[in-house]
């Protein structure tokens, strides 16, 4: 089950430890502080109702006041958010609510040029099970945010025969009959293919979904030109360095980019107190 406030006190417990050993000897306990939380890149916004779930698991004195909601476009300079309360709560909490913000701001970013870079294509961006050990569910909430689409979430969710499991299976026909009399009929099936050969073979076993793996331009048009619709087509294979134009204009329905969860830049965001 997903907890969120599990994921943010981890993330406190990392940061502060024992405790704040800056902060607790140099402010006394009894002050209260404005601060604003801006941004200082170009970004598209995600994460803000983390702010005040953080800095309310340290002191439920912190107001916080939101400027803008998730999906906003925001330019340097740009305040996201005000602060108001105890600050030792607000000093202590800074670095965790900063370094969320950043990174989901950065995916959604990421996202966003990605899509925007296929529009008027079939193709859809999604995002694959690259992401940051304890935080998938907040990194693909930041792709939906930034216009693009999830793959499964998890092993649980989702069937997908890769490379490994053929080799393992002894091949695609013995790996696709031995899902069918395992998992529920409801579940699609995907198979991952990387040569024509593998694509016939995936068709003929009644795959749902073709995965083009490290093909090249020319031999993804070619099996999308083959498959003809039987199934859906996903590229994948070092998509976060390729034309997604040129990618999306093969035919595929999906393009699956592990960069954006795994090689993204990360916003400029910073927290400030006012005088």
Known sequence: MFDLDTILLNALHEDVGSGDITTESCIPPELTVHGQIVAKSRTVL?????????????????NVSIRFQDGSVL???TVIARTEGPARAILTGERVVLNLLQRLSGIAERTRNAVKEVEGTRAK???TRKT????????????RTGGGINHRMGLSDGILIKDNHIRAAGGIPQA????????PHTLKIEIEAGTMEEVREALEAGADIIMLDNMDI????????????????EASGNMGIKSLVEVART???????????????SA????????
């Open 46 to 62: 995600c994460g803000v109702e983390l702010i005040g779930r953080v800095f309310s698991l340290l002191d439920k004195d912190v």
């Open 75 to 77: 330019e340097p300079g």
């Open 125 to 127: 961006i999604c995002d």
């Open 132 to 143: 940051t050990p304890g935080l998938r569910r907040l990194e693909k909430y930041a792709v």
């Open 176 to 183: 696709v009959k031995a899902v069918r009399e395992y998992a």
């Open 218 to 233: 020319e031999q993804m048009r070619e099996s999308v030109e083959w498959i003809a619709w039987r199934a859906k087509t």
């Open 251 to 265: 035919g595929v329905d999906y393009i699956s980019v592990g960069a954006l969860t795994h090689s993204l830049c």
């Open 268 to 275: 400029d965001i910073s927290m400030n107190i006012l005088p």
